[in-house]
T-cell receptor, first 113, second 116 residues
Framework: AQSVSQHNHHVILSEAASLELGCNYSYGGTVNLFWYVQYPGQHLQLLLKYFSGDPLVKGIKGFEAEFIKSKFSFNLRKPSVQWSDTAEYFCAVNVGGSYIPTFGRGTSLIVHP | NAGVMQNPRHLVRRRGQEARLRCSPMKGHSHVYWYRQLPEEGLKFMVYLQKENIIDESGMPKERFSAEFPKEGPSILRIQQVVRGDSAAYFC??????????????FGSGTRLTVV
């Protein structure tokens, strides 16, 4: 079965710092990749997704992610974080042919003003 | 354009009672997924349903848990004889078609179940 690893469980940054959250998955075939954000007390919202094409994906709120097939990675980046980016971030992977995304454990990001 | 509607938002049950969680998918969506989120853990898949059919229930505990998505009305996740370990946030997601080909999943705001 596929698995999704988010190695950074808690990240604390100051405003304007750069962000990179790691996501690795364990499956060698076709995958679809997602990053979701969950603000405190709210539901998950889709930040960005990768299905095919350009491996550098631009999402909402200035986020981007790069799919590196050889590394089985889909890391999330933002050049300059804001206090309002404080949230839980989840990486999810759909294995080709599966209807059900597998989620990583999540990374809690706290941004200090 | 109502999104995925879950109710109640908060549910408190005593041990041994039944919990019923409801999910109305987004308009035009016929596929529903239930996930459970425990503190300090990610979302764990429970069950995937289409109208009147359970497609995949590999994540459902074998006992006390059941789910349905009738022809009319919301999807229901039912937990019988709740125990403290059932306390969690339960999220529902919907999609218009099968999985990722439909472009992603829309999540509801969740039901936070507390068993006392």
């Amino acid at each position: 079965a596929q698995s999704v690893s988010q190695h950074n469980h808690h990240v604390i940054l100051s405003e304007a710092a750069s962000l990179e959250l790691g996501c690795n998955y364990s499956y060698g075939g076709t995958v679809n990749l997602f990053w979701y954000v969950q603000y405190p007390g709210q539901h998950l919202q889709l930040l960005l997704k990768y299905f095919s094409g350009d491996p550098l994906v631009k999402g909402i709120k200035g986020f981007e992610a790069e799919f590196i097939k050889s590394k089985f990675s889909f890391n999330l980046r933002k050049p300059s974080v804001q206090w309002s980016d404080t949230a839980e971030y989840f990486c999810a992977v759909n294995v080709g042919g599966s209807y059900i995304p597998t989620f990583g454990r999540g990374t809690s990001l706290i941004v200090h003003p | 354009n109502a999104g995925v509607m879950q109710n109640p938002r908060h549910l408190v049950r005593r041990r041994g009672q039944e919990a019923r969680l409801r999910c109305s998918p987004m308009k035009g969506h016929s596929h529903v997924y239930w996930y459970r989120q425990l503190p300090e853990e990610g979302l764990k898949f429970m069950v995937y349903l289409q109208k009147e059919n359970i497609i995949d229930e590999s994540g459902m505990p074998k006992e006390r848990f059941s789910a349905e998505f009738p022809k009319e009305g919301p999807s229901i996740l039912r937990i019988q004889q709740v125990v403290r370990g059932d306390s969690a946030a339960y999220f529902c997601a919907s999609s218009p078609g099968e999985g990722s080909a439909s472009g992603g999943y829309t999540f509801g705001s969740g039901t936070r179940l507390t068993v006392v």
